[in-house]
Structures are given as C-alpha cells and as structure tokens.
C-alpha cells in the first residue's frame, strides 16, 4: 500500500521539516531551558529532503503499480499527472534548483567579500541550508520527473 508505507510517513516527515524550517530560519528559538539554533535548521532540512524523497516513492510505487495493474488506477494521480507533464515538472524541479544553487553562490560570494575569513556559522547555515534544501529537492524533482516518464514509457512500450 504506497498510502501507508509512503505517502503518508512522507508527509508527515517533510510538513515536520518544513515547520521546523520556518520556526528556525528567522532566529534560534527557545523552549523552556533548551534553545534550538542552526543544527536542529540543519535537521530539518534533512527531514524536508528525506520526507520529499519518500513522497516521491509514493508517487512512483503508485504510478507503476497501477500501470502494472496491482492496484486500480488512482484517478487523483492521473489528474496530476495530465496536469504536470514532464515539460512542466522540468521547468519547476530547474527554478527550484536555480533558485538553491543562487543561494549558495550568494553565500560563497559573501564569504569572498569576508576574504575566505572566519563567518558567523550562524548566519552563514541560515542562508546554505535552504538553499541546499531547494537546490536538492529540485534536481529530485527533475529526475523523480524523467523516471516517472520512464515507467510510463514503458507501459505503453508494452502494450
């Protein structure tokens, strides 16, 4: 059941990275006596990635699976599917990864302009983190896209 094995431990993984993300970007926060700062940033970047990625398996697992029929076609899979070809998944999965890669070029560019010196790591995660997280879950996007044309090459091949 691509549901229950990954749609929705997906889901919740990456929605808890996300608000994590969102909590941790501005500043540190505080709860009680114990302060979140740049590494819990980090870890949910990570759980953002690793939640992204096991979405992205749901969405294969279905795909193939209904194409193989082991399971009946998911008519809301089909929809996004007609709706994201792999043109526009492309142009998407690209500006996010773009828009990650900038990022870490601003950072470089800035650590250039401190003379390759010492940085408030700090500062420095709030700017690499995200753009690590777009510029990974971009390029996920672009080649979850061409497999996912690749499986549906293949049925058709088939048939």
């Given at each position: ?12 993984i ?12 501005p ?6 006596q ?9 870890l ?23 194409i193989?029929?082991?399971l ?6 089909q ?12 142009v ?9 890669f900038w ?7 800035a ?25 990974v ?9 061409f ?13």
């Amino acid at each position: 059941s691509p549901r229950w094995l990954f749609l929705y431990p997906g889901l919740l993984i990456f929605l808890t990275g996300f608000v994590g993300m969102l909590w941790l970007l501005p500043q540190a926060q505080t709860v009680g006596q114990v302060t979140f700062d740049v590494h819990s940033l980090l870890l949910s970047g990570v759980a953002m990635i690793l939640g992204f990625n096991v979405l992205l398996f749901s969405i294969l697992s279905q795909h193939s699976s209904s194409i193989h029929g082991l399971l009946p076609p998911n008519a809301w899979l089909q929809n996004a599917m007609k709706l994201f070809t792999l043109e526009r998944l492309l142009v998407i999965g690209l500006v996010i990864a773009v828009v990650g890669f900038w990022g870490i070029v601003h950072a470089v560019m800035a650590w250039r302009a401190q003379d390759y010196g010492s940085l408030d790591y700090t500062e420095t995660m709030r700017n690499i983190v995200p753009a690590s997280v777009s510029l990974v879950i971009g390029l996920q996007i672009v080649f979850g896209s061409f497999l996912a044309d690749i499986i549906g090459l293949a049925a058709t091949a088939k048939k």
